[in-house]
């Protein structure tokens, strides 16, 4: 049974750069691993690993003011002291309540108490490349930070468990608390990024935050042929920041394919593509330790 294991979450600075594709590729290339798609806002990870569900459950990650009408008697305090506008003395609406509780302290008869909601569900699942833990955010609900970092806990209870050395976590784009709690205590940052002013931005900006938590940081740059000025800002940014680029991935219109398919690309294709994430991957496992 493994003791310790190792974690690795891709990221990206802005959506749509790739970060799920090269997961997925590093799921069918690595052994003895589990996946957890930290991406709760909008997960997509299970739609590419065709996953057959385990274990599902709630997620309770929020409470919102519910009214006893036995006692409420309509004084108004609630409605006058709520900033948000999510209560009035005949209703509440819940995707304006952020649970502050001042409504609870104001209201002279204890009408009001704060309660838990659903907020989404967690998911267990198993694929032909391993256990997947993901999840699903409903709409507009709170509290994304702390089913990312459930989400975490289920993969390593797996892992734990089962023996497995190596989790792969798929992280959500940005800096916002998602992507935090998708990255602190992890043993690598993988940043996938792409040749255009926005995305060399936004990944300056995800180093910085792996920065914070002295984590190391590596970069793939996908489509890195569409733009060849941008390409060279990224990688000067990379040598004067000792980051190493494990690979510069050309646009290939089959990713697309792979992805309609959905199969992982370095099982779809053995063209350049596939061809530079079998070398990233290689180079990871390299320096993971792992059996490549």
Same mark, same amino acid.
């Not at 304006?96 to 838990?116: F, I, K, S, W, Y």
């Not at 699903?136 to 089962?162: I, N």
């Given at each position: ?32 691993? %589990?996946? !957890?798609?930290?991406?709760?806002? !909008? @997960? ?13 459950? #709630? ?19 609630? #409605?006058?002291? +709520? ?7 005949? @209703?509440?609406? %819940?995707? !304006?309540?952020?649970? +502050?509780?001042?409504? =609870? ?7 009001? $108490? ?60 940005? /800096?916002? +608390? $998602?992507?935090? @709690? ?6 690598? %940052? ?9 995305? /060399? ?12 938590? @002295?984590?190391?940081?590596? =970069? ?17 940014? +990379? $040598? #004067? ?13 089959? =990713? ?22 079998r070398a990233a991957w290689q180079q990871l496992a390299d320096w993971l330790g792992q059996a490549a």
């Amino acid at each position: 049974m493994a003791t310790r294991f190792k974690q690795v979450v891709v990221v990206s600075g802005k959506g749509g750069t790739g970060k799920t594709t090269v997961l997925a590729s590093f799921a069918a290339l690595a052994s003895n691993k %589990v996946m !957890a798609d930290c991406d709760v806002d !909008a @997960s997509n990870l299970h739609l590419i690993l065709d996953p057959t569900l385990r274990e599902k459950g #709630e997620f309770m990650g929020a409470k919102v003011a519910v009214r006893d009408p036995d006692r409420c008697q309509k004084v108004g305090e609630c #409605e006058a002291r +709520c900033r948000f506008d999510a209560i009035t003395t005949e @209703s509440i609406d %819940v995707l !304006a309540c952020e649970g +502050c509780g001042v409504c =609870v302290l104001a209201c002279p008869n204890q009408a009001l $108490t704060l309660q838990p909601i659903v907020n989404g569900e967690y998911y267990l699942s198993d694929t032909k490349y391993g256990p997947l833990a993901h999840a699903k955010l409903l709409p507009a609900a709170e509290s994304s930070g702390r089913l990312v970092t459930l989400v975490r806990q289920k993969a390593e209870d797996v892992a734990l468990a089962e023996g497995y050395s190596l989790i792969l976590i798929d992280g959500s784009p940005g /800096i916002g +608390c $998602t992507a935090t @709690s998708a990255m602190v205590d992890v043993d690598l %940052v993988l940043v996938v990024t792409e040749p255009s002013l926005s995305a /060399i931005h936004d990944m300056e900006r995800v180093v910085a935050l792996a920065g914070h938590f @002295s984590l190391p940081v590596a =970069v793939i740059i996908n489509k890195a042929d569409i733009n060849p000025e941008n390409r060279d800002t990224i990688r000067s940014y +990379c $040598t #004067e920041h000792d980051i190493p680029v494990l690979a510069e991935l050309p646009f290939d219109g089959v =990713v697309s394919q792979a992805v309609a398919a959905r199969i992982p690309v370095v099982e779809f294709d053995e063209g350049p593509v596939t061809q530079g994430l079998r070398a990233a991957w290689q180079q990871l496992a390299d320096w993971l330790g792992q059996a490549a």
